[in-house]
């Protein structure tokens, strides 16, 4: 297939454009680097199989065609980025979302947009199933991002319904792997750095919170099946083995030997208090549930950030 990705240079979207080329498909990546890093995809530099084209996706385009496939993975993701641009992450959800769905619309293509755990907001009901409408803030300072994702949604399956594109939606819980940005705000990155550095391992609200981890090349697999698969309402990728965030912060001690110590601080408004997928949709539509053990899929991400220090210093 021939395969339009927006986003590309993103944590998932670089790791989902390196499966698609493995696969032997044609990736033609877009992205203008308001988060994405050039440092994500510069190994595909001269791939047979890929181009790049830098692209702010919330502007007309016009790329030729034909494509099989178009994915909208393109958005800010982890809170420091979204705060910092606020507009721009509505923006991507909106415009973004609409430019690449006339894409598919052009070419007869399928579509799949990337949405987020974020739309079941402070979650009343655990662990969170597709059917779920959520508890979301619409005004609070998260919603730029819920309400992105939940809109780019609602557009694509208006989409489908009123022109028969055929679409899919991906609920993406936390994940984590290689390619995330150290200073990006989430809970992964996070602790690995301070425990890297012998900082404290900053921990928001009491520990009791919970999260559930999925790695990335258990959550591109999902992506890949969801692509090929008849499912138009929305699906839960992630990974349901939940903790509590002291129990990860004890856990990235443990593996780093780390003797950096505990500290709390106060929880940011609307932060959810638990989080965890239902996944039987997947299982059943999909055939898919996550494979990595938690503890594999993160001596991966700390040997990727050891290296990431390395050479930051050299």
């Not at 009123?162 to 705000?185: E, Q, S, W």
């Amino acid at each position: 297939m021939r395969l339009i990705v927006s986003g590309v240079a993103g944590f998932i979207a670089s790791h989902f454009a390196d499966y698609l080329l493995a696969k032997g498909h044609t990736v033609v990546g877009l992205d203008n680097f308001l988060t994405g890093s050039p440092a994500n995809i510069a190994h595909l530099a001269g791939h047979p199989l890929f181009e790049f084209v830098e692209q702010d996706v919330t502007k007309a385009f016009d790329i030729a065609g034909p494509f099989d496939g178009v994915l909208h993975m393109a958005s800010p993701a982890s809170p420091k980025d979204y705060l910092r641009h606020p507009v721009e992450t509505l923006e991507v959800g909106s415009a973004g979302t609409h430019n690449m769905l006339e894409v598919a619309r052009r070419d007869g293509a399928r579509f799949l947009v990337t949405s987020t755990s974020e739309s079941y907001g402070d979650p009343l009901e655990h662990p969170q199933t597709e059917t779920y409408w959520g508890n979301v803030n619409p005004v609070g300072p998260r919603s730029c991002y819920d309400e992105s994702k939940r809109f780019a949604e609602a557009l694509t399956m208006a989409f489908h319904r009123h022109y028969g594109v055929r679409t899919n939606i991906a609920r993406i819980f936390n994940t984590y792997g290689p390619r995330m940005k150290l200073d990006d705000g989430r809970v992964v990155p996070a602790f690995v750095d301070q425990a890297l550095r012998g900082q404290p391992i900053t921990i928001f609200g009491d520990g009791s919170q919970t999260r559930s981890f999925c790695y990335v090349s258990d959550l591109v697999d999902g992506l890949y099946r969801l692509m090929q698969s008849e499912e138009r309402y929305p699906v839960n990728l992630g990974n349901p083995n939940e903790m509590t965030m002291l129990e990860f912060a004890q856990h990235i001690q443990k593996i780093t030997g780390s003797a950096s110590r505990i500290v709390f601080e106060p929880l940011p408004q609307d932060d959810p208090k638990r989080r965890r997928p239902d996944i039987s949709k997947a299982k059943r539509t999909l055939g898919w549930e996550p494979q990595v053990p938690l503890e594999n899929g993160l001596r991966e991400t700390i040997a990727y950030f050891r290296e990431l220090a390395v050479t930051s210093r050299a």
